[in-house]
């Protein structure tokens, strides 16, 4: 055989061609008694329906977590989970945590040094000595 | 706890007052499909509103509630019933039966909806309480608890908060129903009956995904050596590929599949640790003993594969790994999607999902000797014979010398290379004139499936066609 292939698997580049949203759940949990989740309990009542109605393709789920703080907790494709303590917050401040989970990858923190990270190779090339103009010294 | 139970069915009856049902039909119009698992969140209000302790919170199962309240309302519908064996069917509405249990999944019409949710919420619980009205209907049939259903029954996709939001998680419009989105993802090795698991749809999904692909590569790289397309091919839409496709989506497998189980879940029989791969799915032999390419081209599947992939319905009851499982469902989608919103759709949405990844073709290419290929290239094409020079060098008498040497055919430079000796430098030149051949591209480009249903068929420029990869 003169030429074989080498197998592989096409790289995913999210957003190129579709846009997939990353977090695939939010989870609200709240209590009924407590006073710490009253900014949630309130969310709950009056902004959760348009916020889900504003992200459909997040599925939401309200549960009961007596006699503990409220917490949003996101999951996300990749698998991981992200959680927020909403303990006195107030029904806006709670709205932009949503936001937050909902816009977040779901990967973890870190730090980007250099500002362009590609899969595509450069379009100018990688620099040669052996080429362009020889330099006279 | 006996306490419990006994406020259960108060709630269930404060439910069915104004505000809860004003909340359910809000929701039913299934304009916010994801608000679906919202629904527990108004009965604990009102329970805890009346009853105002935090005690008794966490020992109420509310899913239960919710269950029990909407089986209350609607106990009384006629709906056909899914039976256990199509063969047990009384004759008199054999066929009658027959076709609703083919058109389980058809695509309802959007004013049609609530009515059959309504049914669909009624179905899981059987009326124990009323046998004697059950046993009245002129068709009484067995009515099956859920757990005794092979896959999830259809009607209860339309409450799925997962099948909702996965669909728009995909973008695909609001017309193309949940029924068939769950229909996807039951593998047939979770249920047998072909009306109810992605058999058809796969074998469908693969053949569109096959031609798109195909079409696509071929026009755009005319002159790509065989192995090297069926290399392609694995990597946008091969299984591993898929695969990999089903779980950016964000599909979950179900630990087993079931009645009972969520329809957004993958459903399928799980290949059990430590048990091997079953005999449908580790072909030994392969098709013949024929492995010439023209043999790979004219019999196997796109991607050359050795040994014959096994048909979907083959599968049936067999326990399968999961990316067997992940790549039916995305096959079964685009099938599925082909079916209810038709070419063009399905054309965007490939675009969108799998031409859409990066793949360096340049990348597939594995050459054993270039510099006779590239020799037999140029006598077959009519250039001068190949030859290779030194282009410049450092470092030859070091220990990190670099050369960079050009294949040139007359003054033509046809590719270039470097290396840390001679040798290395100009089989890489080689490889690279090789690519560079290979990989050529034509400007404009249309693919046949662009003048499908297409009254003018001006716009059609005829493709190149290349005589093929060099035969040594």
């Known amino acids: ?137 | 706890m006996s306490e419990l139970l006994a406020l259960a069915p108060d709630e269930t009856k404060i439910g069915s007052t104004q505000p809860t049902t004003e909340f359910l039909s809000f929701h039913w119009n299934s304009q916010f499909p994801s608000l679906l698992l919202s629904l527990p969140l108004p009965l604990p209000f009102a329970l805890f509103s009346c009853t105002t302790s935090p005690f008794l919170m966490k020992r109420i199962r509310f899913s239960r509630c919710a269950t029990e309240r909407l089986a209350s309302t609607t106990s009384n519908t006629t709906t056909p019933r899914r039976p256990s064996c199509i063969h047990n069917v009384a004759p008199s509405n054999y066929k009658i039966r027959l076709q609703t249990r083919f058109q389980s999944t058809a695509a309802a019409a959007s004013d049609a909806i609530p009515a059959e949710m309504d049914a669909g919420a009624a179905e899981p619980v059987a009326p124990e309480s009323k046998p004697s009205a059950s046993s009245s209907r002129a068709h009484t049939r067995r009515r099956l608890p859920l757990e005794q259903l092979p896959s999830p029954h259809p009607h209860s996709a339309s409450q799925s908060i997962k099948l909702a939001a996965l669909r728009s998680r995909l973008s695909l419009p609001e017309r193309f129903p949940l029924q068939t989105l769950a229909r996807t993802l039951v593998h047939p090795s979770a249920d047998a009956d072909p009306a109810f698991n992605n058999a058809s749809l796969s074998i469908l999904g693969a053949n569109l995904l096959g031609y798109y692909t195909t079409e696509y590569l071929m026009c755009n790289y005319p002159r790509l050596p065989m192995s090297v397309m069926f290399a392609a091919q694995d990597a946008y839409i091969g299984p591993k590929a898929l695969a990999l496709i089903s779980r950016e989506w964000g599909i979950e497998a179900a630990a087993a599949p079931g009645g009972e189980v969520d329809p957004g879940l993958l459903q399928f029989k799980r290949l059990q640790a430590g048990s091997g791969i079953p005999g449908v799915l580790k072909q030994e032999l392969p098709w013949k003993w024929n492995k010439t390419t023209t043999h790979k081209i004219l019999a196997t599947d796109e991607f050359g594969s050795d040994q014959k992939p096994p048909s979907p319905h083959d599968l049936a009851r067999t326990p399968v790994p999961v990316q067997e499982a992940a790549q039916s469902f995305v096959r079964a989608l685009i099938g599925s999607l082909q079916l209810h919103l038709g070419t063009p759709l399905v054309k965007r949405f490939f675009r969108d999902h799998f031409l859409s990844r990066q793949l360096d073709l340049s990348t597939l290419f594995d050459f054993r000797t270039p510099t006779r290929d590239v020799s037999r290239l140029c006598a077959r094409e009519g250039f001068e014979p190949p030859v290779a020079r030194l282009i410049s060098e450092t470092g030859r008498l070091s220990r990190h010398p670099v050369f960079v040497v050009g294949i040139y055919s007359g003054k033509d430079k046809l590719g270039e290379g470097a290396g840390s000796s001679l040798d290395e430098a100009k089989v890489r030149a080689a490889a690279a004139a090789l690519k560079a051949w290979y990989l050529y591209r034509p400007l404009e480009v249309t693919v046949p499936s662009s003048t499908e249903n297409e009254l003018d068929a001006k716009k059609w420029r005829p493709n190149m066609v290349d005589c093929g990869e060099v035969i040594v």
């Open chain 1, 1 to 137: 055989m003169p030429l074989s292939a080498l197998r592989t698997v096409a790289k995913p580049q999210n957003g190129v061609g579709a846009f997939i949203l990353q977090c695939k759940k939010l989870e609200f949990h709240y209590c009924d008694w407590a006073g710490s989740s009253r900014g949630m309990n309130a969310f709950l009542k009056s902004s959760l329906s348009a916020f889900a109605k504003r992200n459909p393709s997040i599925e939401i789920s309200v549960s009961p977590r007596p006699r503990k703080h409220p917490v949003i907790r996101a999951h996300y494709i990749n698998g991981n989970q992200r959680s927020i303590c909403v303990r006195n917050m107030t029904n806006d401040i709670i709205r932009e945590k949503a936001e937050l989970l909902r816009d977040a990858s779901g990967e973890k923190n870190q730090k980007y040094n250099k500002p362009v990270t590609s899969i595509n190779e450069s379009v100018r090339g990688i620099w040669s000595p052996f080429h362009g103009a020889k330099i006279q010294i």
